[in-house]
């Protein structure tokens, strides 16, 4: 069995069917495989640290385990400790300053507790700060097999790693669209957490008012089986979805021809699943990013006081500004996240989820001028990362390649009915025949 072609509930499936000796030699085979594919997009940087030796040791020191995790090649975003690695945080400033690290990060100890196979540590755009995965430091991440485009970012090598078969999943983390832009760029499904699921002890964070750990895989069905390594103690009951909420066209205005076919599609795709649309007006969304960028900015200022000079000038002049947010500045803002928050619970309350764009391009073209891209594309994805509420990333194709990815949002919480629905979606996608 290929890590490229296989689901991860296939290869748990095969696990499970095998002798705990058998199921060592398959793991390791598997591992090897997936060790074999790494770094092979044109900048040969997926990863920022790997040692496949070490990789493989994982393999023999995981102990049986019920965990549906266990065996399964997996790579970690490069801002949260691994013991024996350095952390970067996707600049050679902070892992030259960061050293090695002495203890597991809570999702890396996690991870190897559930015998997952830590494939290596993967490209971010500096900092998590960024949407489109380029960087100074390590080379932009282009997508494997693609080299004319950018994976997105700021989970860029999680979802390179994907691509390229290196992992079966990625490990990443979504502030204002991290795991959704990547996902709907590459082909890739994506699982943003509610806010608040996880732990970040050793983690790197951004923004912590807005930063999510999640997931990159290809397919949506491995979603509840992926997310349920985020799931609370005592998680919600599921829930049965029957309608759902679509925005207007009036803010869709901005969305390339195959992205609006790909919404339409999914739409498609839900009705066949018994489920009603309902249109309704977000304008009022127009001033999410009024919101978002400065309380982000003046978070992200806080974690790296002291230490501006040494970032890339683009992200460094966003943490100036940051900086340079009063007291009361970001006082007025927090009451208007508060309000705008609510507006987005009533809006969950009122429709059982909500089905638009992850982004509204197809691709970012490798060495185009994206000055304007984040502002472009966030608009998509910080009304959902202002409410704190899960998202899944939906692929969609056209001839066998990617056509822009949709998300799925429901209330916080909510999590395994949207990944459950997800699930669904992607089944019925399959059993479609394929776009001419």
């Not at 007025?332 to 009122?350: C, G, N, P, S, T």
Request: proline share 6%; hydrophobic share 40%.
């Amino acid at each position: 069995m290929h890590a490229f072609t296989a689901s991860v509930r296939d290869m748990r499936a095969t696990l499970d069917a095998a002798s705990e000796n058998a199921s060592k030699i398959l793991g390791a085979e598997s591992t090897n495989a997936a060790l074999l594919r790494a770094n092979r997009n044109a900048g040969r940087n997926t990863y920022l640290w790997r040692d496949p030796a070490w990789a493989l040791s994982e393999v023999e020191r995981a102990k049986p385990t019920s965990s549906p995790l266990r065996g399964i090649p997996i790579s970690v975003k490069d801002c949260f400790d691994l013991a024996g690695a350095p952390t970067s945080c996707g600049t050679r400033y902070y892992r030259d300053l960061n050293g090695i690290a002495a203890h597991d990060s809570w999702l890396v100890e996690r991870l190897r507790l559930a015998g997952a196979i830590i494939t290596g540590k993967t490209h971010l755009h500096p900092l998590a700060y960024g949407i489109t995965g380029e960087n100074p430091d390590f080379g932009d991440c282009v997508q494997p097999g693609n080299d004319a485009a950018l994976t997105g970012g700021s989970s860029s090598g999680a979802a390179a790693s994907v691509l390229e078969g290196s992992a079966m999943a990625a490990i990443g983390t979504d502030t204002g669209g991290s795991i959704r832009v990547p996902a709907a760029l590459c082909g890739l499904a994506g699982y943003r957490a509610s806010l608040g699921r996880g732990d970040w002890r050793g983690g790197a964070h951004l923004a912590p008012s807005f930063d999510t750990m999640g997931w990159l895989y290809r397919d949506p069905e491995d979603g509840p089986l992926l997310g349920s390594f985020f799931d609370p103690l005592q998680p919600q009951p599921l829930k049965q979805f029957t309608s759902f909420a679509i925005v207007d066209e009036r803010f869709l205005s901005d969305c390339e021809p195959t992205v609006l076919g790909s919404y339409e599609q999914c739409i498609q795709g839900l009705r066949s699943l018994g489920l009603a649309p309902i249109a309704i007006d977000v304008a009022w969304w127009s001033e999410a990013m009024e919101i978002f960028a400065p309380i982000q900015a003046s978070e992200a200022a806080l974690i790296h006081a002291g230490h501006f000079e040494h970032i890339e000038l683009s992200i460094r002049q966003r943490l100036e500004w940051g900086a340079s947010l009063t007291h009361h500045e970001v006082s007025l803002l927090r009451q208007r996240h508060e309000v705008f928050r609510k507006r987005m619970d009533a809006l969950l309350d009122e429709h059982q989820f909500l089905l638009m764009p992850a982004a509204p391009v197809v691709r970012l073209n490798a060495g185009a001028d994206h000055s304007q891209t984040r502002a472009r594309l966030l608009r998509y994805t910080s009304p959902v990362s202002l409410a704190g509420m899960p998202a899944v990333t939906i692929p969609c194709f056209e001839a066998g390649h990617p056509a822009g990815g949709m998300q799925l949002v429901a209330a916080r919480e909510d999590d395994a009915s949207l990944l459950q629905l997800s699930a669904q979606l992607g089944r019925s996608q399959k059993s479609r025949p394929p776009q001419p």
